[in-house]
Structure formats: C-alpha cells, structure tokens
C-alpha cells in the first residue's frame, strides 16, 4: 500500500514537472474551469520582493511568484505581471541609459511630502511621511529593471508553460515613489486634488520647456508640449528599451482630473456648468490623440474612475464613447475602494455601466489582495478573509449585441505582495479556491433583473440638450442606492445591444425583468421597450420622464405635472423590511441630485390596469411616486414605473452621502419591494432602519440559480419568495414562514439554488448526496417536505430521460420512484413533483 501511494505521488510530481517544463502544459489536454478559462491572469506587484540586486536571487523569487499562484495561473491562456516599478516618474525621468539609477517604491507611505523619508515626528502618519520599507534598500539602475522584465517572463515561462507578459505602469499622484518631476521641476502639470490640493498629474495640462536630457527629448522639452504627447513618447522608449509589453494607467488618469471625487471640472456639487463640458471632453480627447501619436501600438490597460459611465460624464467630461474608440485599450475594471467602504453598489454600478459597451470583447475583473504601500492586506484585514468581494462582481455578466453572456476576460490580482515586500503564501492559498468557485458559477444566462444601460443616449443627451447633465449624473447614484439596499441587479446590455437581440431572440429576456430608464420620445428604443411589453416582457422604468414621448406615456399611464422637491411625506402599499421601529415616512427629493423635481402623477387616475404602489405629498399636493400597469392583451406583460429619489447629496467628501435612514426614508428602497410586482419578494428582518442592508445578487449559471450576498450585519434574516416558490440555498435549512424560505446567512456567502419550494410552513432541508450510481453525476435530498409542490432546475442538458425522483427512499434506489412532469416555461426549463410528503432524492 505504502509503495502504490508513493507511486501515486511520484505520478502528480511528474505530471507537475511536465506541466512545468515540457512548455506543453497538461492543462491543453483538459477543459479546465467547465470552458470558462481567462484569456489572461496578471500578477501585480512592486519591486519590493527583489530585497537584493542578485541576479541569482532576483531569479528565484521571480519563480517563487509563479509557483504560489500556479493553482490559478492553470487556467490561463496568458500570464502577465504588471510591475509597479515606482510613481510613473521613471517613465518621464528615464534618459535612455541603463546606467542611469533608478528611482523606485522603496517606501510605505508618502515620499512626497515635506518631511524627508524616515523621519519626522513619531505621531504624523503615513500619509504625512514615508519611510524606507528595508532599512537598507537595494539600489538598481534602468538596466536592473530590464533583468527583472527578463527574468520575469523567462521563469514564469518555466513554470507555466504559458506566454508570459510584463506591463508598466504611472500613477497620476504622489504615493509610491518620490517625483522631482511632477512635485519641483513641473508643478504645472497637477490638477488633481484627490490627496491634497494640485496633488495629481492632469492629463490634458501642458508642459513648461525645460533643458533636461530624456530619451525621447535629448534637447529638453519645448515650452507648451502637451503632457500625452511627452508620456507618449518617453512610454515608447522604456516600454521598448525595457522589454515591457502594455502600459497601466493609475487612478483615474486619462479619464479627467478627478478620479475618486463626486465632483469634477463639471459639477463642483452645487451645479452643473455645462458650458465647459465640449471643452472637457476636447482635452481628455486631446490626451488620447497626443499619446497614440507617439506610443501608437502598445496596448493600454485602464484603472479608471471610483465611479460610473454616467456619473463621470456628467461630473467631469469623461466620455467613454470617445475613449473606446481606441481598439487597443482595456476598459476599466470594478473599482477596488467601493468594496472596502461597503459600498457595492457604486463598486457594481461603475463596473456595469463602463461594460455595457467596449471597444472589443475583453474585459477586466480585478481583486485588491495586498497593497505594497499602506500596510494594508485587504484579504487579511479589511475583508477579513471573507470573499464578498470575489462572488459579487464576478457574478455580473454583460450581454453582448449578438445576445452572448460575456465574462471578464481578464483577472488581475492587486497585488501579490505586501508593503514590505513579502509574499505570504497563506494569501493565494486562501483566495484562489473562491476565485475559481465564482468562475466555476459565473453567469451562462441573463440574471432574474437584466439593466439595460444607456450607454449611447448618455453620451447624446450631454451635448445635444443643455438641461440633462442632473439626469445623467442622477440616474446611474439611484441604481447605487438600489443595489447597497439588496436589489439584486447583476446582468447588463446597453441600450443598443439589447434593440439588436430582441429583434433576434424575442424570447431571449422571458425569465428576465428589464430595468431601465425613461426613452426618449420617437426614439427606437421607446418602440422596443413598448413592444417588448406588449409582448409579454416585464419592465421596470426609472427617473424622469419629461422627455417621453406620447405612445410612452400612454404606456406607462403617466402625466407630468408641475414638479416638487424638498421634504415629502411617503407611503406605500408595501409593508417593508420588518423592524421593531419602521422607517421613517419623510423623504427629502432633492433636485439637484434627483435628475430634477418629483413631477409624476398618473395620466388617468381611473384606469382599472394601473396600481398605485406609492405616493408623496408636500402641503397637500400630491405626486404618484411608483405604480405598475398590467393589460389583458398584453400576454403577461407587465410595466413597473418608479420616478425614483436619490436619497443622498454632497457633504464636502469625495463620494454622495446617503440621508441617515433613522431620519429619512431612503427611495431606493422602493426598487427592492416593488419587485413583488414580478413575483419576487426579498424582505429583510432587522433591529431597526440603522442596521445596513445586505447585497444581494442572483446569477444564472448552467441552469441553476446563484446567490451570493454580503450582510454588513449579521443579525439580518433574508427572505425569499419567487412566482415558482421559495428558493432552496445547497447545505442550508429553513424554516419556512408564509411560503417563504427563512435564512440567517454569514459575512459573505455563495449558494446554488436549483430547488423552489411551495409549501408554507415547516423545517426544510436541502443537501447534495454522492452519486453511487453508474450515469448519475448528481443526486440531491429535501427533507421537511409537508404537501409540497418542489420545482427543479437540473443541468442545461438534462433531458426527462436523464432525470429521477423518489419519494421516502434510501440507497439503492431500486423503489420509491415517483412521476413528474417538466414545468411551466414561464419559469424557465424546470421539473415539476406535486404533493410530497416527507423526503424527496432528486438525480440526474
């Protein structure tokens, strides 16, 4: 026995070594990840590691770095390392000399500052003063870091056997490494205010002429260069010279000046100027035209904003329509710091909404595992090892033109070391099983809510009217709110995608509720959406609808009338999350953060297929705040309207705060319960309106349904109610209440759910058995089952041939087995069993 098991092992070891050596990896024999592989899986990184400028060395822990992440790295077409050599200023300062030393992160904290590195008073923090990571760090020169690049992709190839990428990066700010450039010599090129005032490089400035020697300017720089064609150009000679294959760009740059802040060269959160929005707009483009001109063929790789396509639109001139043009860019990923405050919501909606349209099919997901600089390992500390941050983003899906559920192409893992240059392998061992388990459930099909973004008519409605920029800006914060109070939105198509699949697959969103805003009147849209519900499709509309069109209006039975803002009395027909104190019933409707005032009232007050779900009044003038509208003729169609309050403003900090919910009620909220109007009710039992409500979102992969949720606070119970019944989380028990299924869930967590379940009361299980049975690969139990009517959504491929059920019955499965029939396809491709009592096992 002892001699078979070391055989075994010595099996693996020469399947990892041809793995690792042939450059024929075993993983080209297997569909790894059910054929969900990312094209490419980047590692970033500092120069910290390299505690010693031994090639030996340096060589060892670059292997080192492959080998920790090799579980992960496997299902990869391409591997990348992105190296955050120093601030960006080594692209700028580099003279085309590999004797030339290098200045690089060798700090925790700011160098950039007035006290010098490793000293001043004990009690200034980081963000005051830096200090030297190493108490003696290794000094390199610009031919050093080419023997990193080198030794990168030639010890990354031998352990992967994959192709093996190495990018470059510059940051806008002062934080990794100190900069004679940006801080003394060329202090006109700072705009940014996001770490103190005129902090961040602004793309669209101009550069002063100076003497210097560069590699791309051995006479100096000219007076009045503009600062894209200069990063251009001295990108072109180090990404070359070094053997860097793309370009990063840091926080926010390239996508206006103010990258973290809710205000902008636009809006300065007390209005919108929109005469200098065309300007804006010229210069950010100017940016992008300068730099291609000089680095025409590298490919560019994009941080982005904190926040969305709208809201950056309208706050600071970002156009993203424009940005995209270039082919050869990668969109910006999911925001790392909206998931460190909590705020999912802004995190889901900056990334939804710059997917809804890309220059190709790739696109990026990025997970914040250390941080080199601020002595901070999110995974460790601020997550707490809880993956929320993993099985939330990686859970949305963009809908393509030709009607695709399109994943992250890419995966980046900021970063893979700590701020002191170590590499703690407790961190991969951890994260990579839950990134591959969110890969494993990723989406195949549109989510239950499907945002259809208007990515086009954004970017129309900016310049082509002078009053829409509150719209715009308003629009994409009510969806924020939404989501940080438990709506469940994950799946995204713009606007012009979804016109395109609707005309090719009418039936493409019938499991799905449409969620968009108001169209513009005789636009092809407004036909669409109109058509769609009259054709059986359910549709949530928000924000403002002043200008609609009349066949739209007639549609949704809505009339303006003289618009409100201010404090509002609220009521609705929903009863709401139960408390011991409710919310509140004021409700304050800003209009500068609302997309303008509440003027919605119903059309005809007497129509028989309209219901009012909620109304606010102000000294006696009411405004019909939600209602939904359902005709006989329209086949189950179904047309839910919500004007919507934002229900946060702008205090002075970076992000909108949102109205204290002990105080206010907060009017996103409404989205949440209105979704009974569809059948799915998602209540909440909590202490009272100050307990923070969960994230919530349900994917649809390979048939089954996926939950995954984040409780800020775990004393909250989730209930869950679907028209086909309450849904079943895999390994939990319930008690049913009302038909609902009753969970008390951890942190973060991340359940299949294929079985609903109408019965009203009683203790439910659900647990996965072992096979035990040739041709079967799945087999399921429920037990509590009391005159249960149990729906089952099997495997995509799962015929009635392929599937079983028994009633009461044990291994071997040879009695007990019961009849069923194949559900409703209004619920999607199901089985149905009818009238059980006592356990049901489920195989296929």
């Known amino acids: ?409 890419h995966l980046n893992l900021l970063s893979i070391d700590n701020s002191f240059g170590d590499m703690p392998t407790q961190v991969p061992d951890e994260v990579t099983p839950h990134l591959l388990k969110a890969r494993y459930d990723s989406p195949t099909a549109p989510g239950p809510l499907v945002w259809v973004y208007p990515f086009d008519e954004y970017h129309e409605w900016a310049y082509k009217y002078k009053d829409r920029l509150p719209e715009i800006y308003y629009g994409d914060w009510l969806i924020r709110q939404a989501i940080n109070n438990g709506f469940p939105l994950n799946t995204v198509i713009s606007t012009g995608s979804f016109q395109k699949v609707i005309k090719t697959e009418p039936q493409k969103f019938s499991e799905s509720a449409l969620v968009t805003i108001v169209p513009d009147a005789g636009s092809s849209l407004e036909k669409a959406l109109i058509t769609f519900v009259q054709n059986g499709g359910k549709l949530l509309v928000y924000g403002p609808a002043g200008h609609a069109g009349k066949d739209f209006l007639t549609l949704l039975n809505l009339a303006n009338v003289t618009p409100l803002e201010g404090e509002f009395t609220i009521k609705s027909v929903y009863k709401g999350d139960a408390m011991t104190a409710p919310y509140p019933d004021k409700i304050l409707h800003s209009a500068l953060f609302s997309g303008g005032g509440i003027a919605s009232q119903l059309l005809d007050a007497n129509d028989n297929a309209t219901r009012v779900l909620s109304q606010m009044t102000q000294a006696g003038q009411t405004r019909d705040a939600a209602w939904v509208r359902e005709k006989p003729e329209w086949k189950g169609g179904k047309v839910l309207y919500i004007r919507g309050t934002n229900s946060s403003k702008f205090t002075g900090g970076k992000l909108l705060t949102p109205d204290d919910p002990a105080e206010l009620f907060t009017g996103p909220l409404l989205m949440r319960y209105a979704l009974q109007e569809f059948g799915i009710n998602l209540g909440i039992t909590k202490e009272d309106p100050s307990v923070k409500n969960p994230v919530l979102t349900i994917a649809r992969s390979n048939n089954a349904f996926i939950f995954s949720g984040y409780n800020p606070n775990t004393t909250i119970v989730n209930n869950f109610k679907f028209p086909q019944g309450a849904p079943l989380l895999l390994g939990f028990d319930t008690k049913l209440d009302k038909g609902n299924s009753v969970y008390t869930l951890p942190t973060s967590w991340n359940r299949e759910s294929r079985f609903f379940i109408e019965q009203n009361e009683g203790i439910v299980s659900l647990k996965e058995l072992h096979s035990g049975e040739m041709g079967i690969s799945k087999r399921y139990k429920l037990t509590g089952l009391k005159n249960a009517t149990v729906r089952i959504y099997a495997d995509d491929n799962i015929t009635t041939n392929d599937f079983h059920a028994y009633l009461n019955a044990n291994y071997p499965w040879k009695e007990g087995k019961i009849s069923f029939k194949e559900g409703d396809q209004k619920f999607g491709k199901h089985f149905v069993v009818e009238k059980i009592t006592g356990s049901l096992v489920v195989s296929w």
């Open 1 to 409: 026995m002892r001699f078979k098991i070391l055989n075994f092992s010595f099996l693996l070891s020469a399947t990892f070594i041809l793995t690792v050596f042939s450059g024929q990896s075993v993983a080209q024999e297997v569909s790894f990840l059910r054929g969900k592989p990312f094209n490419n899986i980047t590692m970033e990184t500092s120069l910290k590691p390299f505690k010693k400028n031994d090639k030996t060395y340096i060589r060892a822990v670059a292997k080192e770095m492959f080998v920790q992440w090799h579980a992960l790295l496997r299902h990869a077409d391409t591997v990348s390392v992105m190296l955050w050599t120093g601030d960006g200023s080594e692209i700028l300062e580099y003279k085309g000399t590999p004797s030339q030393p290098l200045e690089w992160a060798q700090y925790i904290g700011n160098p950039n500052t007035k006290h010098e590195v490793n000293s001043g008073p004990k009690e200034l923090s980081i963000h005051e003063r830096a200090y030297y990571y190493l108490e003696n760090p290794p000094k390199f020169t610009y031919g050093d870091l080419k023997f990193i690049v080198q030794a990168l992709k030639e010890e990354g190839h031998k352990v992967t056997g994959k192709p093996i990428r190495v990018g470059e990066t510059f940051d806008p700010g002062p934080e990794f490494a100190k900069s004679d450039f940006k801080y003394n010599r060329h202090t006109e090129i700072l705009g940014g205010s996001a770490m103190g005032h005129n902090t961040m490089v602004s793309c669209y400035s101009v550069l002063k002429g100076d003497n210097e020697v560069y590699a791309g300017f051995p006479k100096g720089i000219p007076d009045n260069t503009p600062f894209g064609t200069f990063l251009g150009r001295q990108s072109r000679h180090l990404l070359k010279d070094m053997g860097f294959d793309f370009l990063w760009m840091s926080n926010g740059f390239g996508f206006g000046v103010e990258g973290w802040s809710s205000t902008g060269a636009i809006f300065d959160g007390k209005g919108f100027d929109q005469a200098k929005l065309a300007a804006t707009k010229s210069k950010i483009s100017d940016f992008w035209k300068y730099f291609r001109a000089e680095c025409p063929d590298i490919q560019i790789q994009t941080r982005g904003t904190n926040l969305s396509t709208g809201t950056d639109l309208a706050r600071d001139g970002v156009d993203l329509q424009s940005i995209y043009k270039d082919k050869n860019i990668l969109p910006p990923p999911n925001s790392p710091w909206a998931a460190l405050d909590g705020d999912f919501g802004l995190e889901m909606v900056g990334y939804m909404s710059r997917m809804a349209e890309l220059p190709d099919e790739r696109y990026l997901f990025r997970y914040y595992t250390h941080d080199p600089w601020w002595i901070n390992s999110p995974w460790l500390d601020r997550y707490g090892r809880e993956p929320h941050d993993i099985y939330l983003p990686l859970s949305v899906a963009r809908i393509n033109a030709k009607g695709q559920t399109k994943l992250p192409t």
